[in-house]
């Protein structure tokens, strides 16, 4: 079979299919160490949590995902897509990522015993995030789960990414918001942050 040059062309251009997870090789070397025997679930679970550290929490999610399917037992992998659809300080969460992010976390629930206590102990707090059903007003849940990380961090003093998504969390529940303008004075629990 003969392919036309330009067909040829047009392919060369259109780069790896989008269903592709790329490895990038540009993104640091951050290592947060998880339950897995693959070591590719491994580097996409970094990769992952590089770009979500980024806020590209799409191509993290895609990461995530294609970790779990490198090692479907790998509860933090299902853990990193639920977390990956919340809402973060650049964006609030619509019902379809509060369903999403309900479905994988569940997902990581089924996993636990696959899981170190440390791990379960991310996937508990992050239960108090998400309910079956989204809530518009989500004020309870993100303060839920802004404790739940607290209790994370007492449980875990040295594991800084505890205490990274601690003080996150805390900022979500008044993204962009932290301060009066009038006063110069920080708005209540600031400080904390």
């Not at 299919?17 to 996409?44: A, F, K």
């Not at 079956?132 to 007003?137: K, R």
């Amino acid at each position: 079979m003969h392919l036309h040059p330009l067909l040829l062309a047009l392919a060369a251009l259109a780069g790896t299919p989008r269903d592709t997870v790329p490895l990038y090789t540009d993104l640091g070397d951050y290592h947060v160490p998880i339950t897995t025997q693959v070591s590719l679930t491994q580097r996409y679970f970094d990769q992952a949590m590089r770009l979500l550290y980024g806020f590209n929490h799409g191509e993290a999610i895609r990461s995530f995902t294609h970790a779990a399917q490198l090692d479907p037992n790998c509860a933090m992998c299902y853990w990193g897509v639920a977390y990956a659809y919340g809402p973060h300080v650049n964006a609030g969460m619509d019902s379809a990522a509060g369903l999403a992010a309900y479905q994988a976390l569940r997902q990581a629930q089924s996993r636990l015993r696959h899981a170190s206590p440390r791990e379960r102990a991310y996937i508990g707090a992050l239960a108090k995030r998400y309910a079956p059903v989204p809530p518009a007003a989500r004020a309870a849940l993100d303060s839920a789960y802004a404790v739940a990380m607290g209790e994370v961090v007492k449980r875990y003093p040295d594991d800084l990414d505890a205490a990274t998504l601690y003080a996150e969390a805390l900022m979500d529940r008044r993204p962009w918001n932290y301060w009066d303008k009038k006063t110069g004075e920080p708005y209540p629990g600031t400080a904390r942050s």
